[in-house]
């Protein structure tokens, strides 16, 4: 029986409709919309695509949405000035710099200099070590990541004991989703390109999660059968019957895998949706927080 699909768009749509309501019982209350701001340093095409979703997204949310563009050759000082600026804006309650920044800035020290208040990428240092800590709790969680646990939580996977497999070490996904499968009381192996033998781990995951930017890396018959899969990898390869010249496939063969699985995120449509939805999450969670400093 082929896999049960995990449908990212319509269990993102859920989320952002249920945000949408929450800012609109927050204006009806007198209190102020949330407000995002987001940093584009550059011309990345991909990363122009990415911005513009997050702003429409922000648009249907009724959330504020306001975005800053620097040339590619803005100095790390003029950046880490803009983000200064931005935390010190009342109105504004998350600040998203788009990732990857141009050659010659240094991301870390951009991502340091955002208030810890408004980091509604999760990717502040002290909220990602937090997020490493036993009886820590980190202000935010990265989208993606919280993207993938709210998947696996609303298709009732039961992660407790489970045996959990991540394909990917990267500071954007993989390691962050490592620590939330461990929270959730997984048994966490991350694989990457030093494993051995990455086919034989993976046989032995009840979850996988694979990011690891390869497309179709992980064949049908390296999985368990029935195990659940979450495919993060989003990747273009040649077709030539696409008017576009080209298709998106993620980093497990689906068709194989489908055959397989119990339960499979497509490509597109699986993950992607729901990285929007828990950053408008985010950015609502960044204006209660701000509603909480006011009253303190």
């Known amino acids: 029986m082929p896999a049960k699909l995990i449908d990212g768009k319509v269990i993102a749509e859920a989320l952002r409709e249920e945000v949408k309501q929450k800012v609109a019982e927050r204006i009806e209350k007198g209190l102020p919309a949330p407000g995002l701001a987001t940093v ?24 504020i949405s306001i975005g800053h563009t620097l040339p590619a050759d803005a100095s790390q000082e003029e950046v880490e000035a803009l983000v200064k600026e931005l935390n010190a804006d009342p109105d504004i309650h998350g600040i998203l710099v788009q990732l990857p920044l141009p050659a010659g800035l240094d991301e870390e020290r951009v991502l340091n200099t955002i208030s810890l208040q408004k980091d509604v990428d999760g990717f502040h240092p002290i909220n990602i070590g937090r997020l490493a800590q036993k009886g820590r709790e980190p202000l935010f969680i990265p989208a993606t990541p919280a993207g993938v646990m709210y998947l696996l ?31 959730a009381n997984a048994t966490v192996t991350i694989c990457h390109s030093r494993t051995k033998d990455i086919s034989a781990l993976i046989r032995e995951a009840d979850v996988l999660v694979a990011a690891v930017g390869m497309p179709e ?20 390869i040649e077709d030539t019957t696409r008017k576009s010249g080209y298709r998106l496939v993620g980093d497990v063969a689906f068709d194989e895998a489908v055959e397989v699985a119990g339960a499979i995120t497509p490509v597109p449509g699986g993950v992607g949706p729901m990285t929007i939805a828990v950053l408008l999450q985010n950015t609502l969670r960044a204006a209660r927080l701000a509603d909480g400093n006011k009253n303190g």
């Open 217 to 236: 890396f992980v064949r049908g018959d390296w999985l368990k059968p029935g195990a659940v899969v979450i495919d993060v990898g989003i990747n273009r």
């Open 153 to 183: 939580e609303d298709s009732g996977v039961e992660l407790s004991g489970a045996n959990a497999v991540v394909l990917g070490r990267s500071n954007i996904v993989g390691m962050p989703v490592s620590l939330l499968l461990v929270r």
């Open 40 to 63: 584009l340093v550059g011309e990345n095409p991909a990363s122009q695509v990415y911005v513009r979703m997050k702003h429409k997204a922000c648009q249907e949310a009724d959330i």
